[in-house]
């Protein structure tokens, strides 16, 4: 017989913007489980974030299937975030002829 443990908590810290972080790193939940939605392995995402703990994504990934909706409705609520950022964004500094831009400005400085 397996004898119990005590539960631990996750290693996520919601910072002063509501972005909720991975331990100590600038590493977001977001980052983490979009990884892992897409097929990463908590292997692969330590690799591609070496500031992560690969005990600390285990640990957030199983915290991610043990509270889906929650971090779901999390995750929409920050793609909505993004949304509207983008939109004021592009609403302040119009993007159409950009690429347009930079490539005369590439050609203008190979002279």
Same mark, same amino acid.
């Given at each position: 017989m +397996? #004898? #119990?443990t005590p539960? =631990?908590?996750p290693p996520l810290e919601t910072d002063a913007d509501g972005v909720v972080r991975v331990g100590k790193t600038r590493v977001t939940l977001d980052t983490v489980i979009l990884a892992f939605s897409d097929g990463a392995t908590a292997e =692969? +995402?330590?690799q591609q974030y070496p500031s992560l703990q690969l005990a600390d994504i285990y640990s957030v990934i199983g915290y991610y299937l043990h509270h889906r909706a929650e971090v779901d409705a999390y995750l929409r609520q920050r793609a909505q975030q993004a949304e509207q950022v983008r939109?004021?964004?592009e609403a302040?500094? *119009?993007p159409s002829g950009v690429r *347009?831009?930079?490539?005369a400005r590439r050609?203008?400085?190979?002279r």
């Open positions: +397996i #004898p #119990p539960t =631990e908590t =692969e +995402i330590a939109n004021l964004n302040r500094f *119009d *347009d831009r930079l490539l050609a203008s400085q190979h």
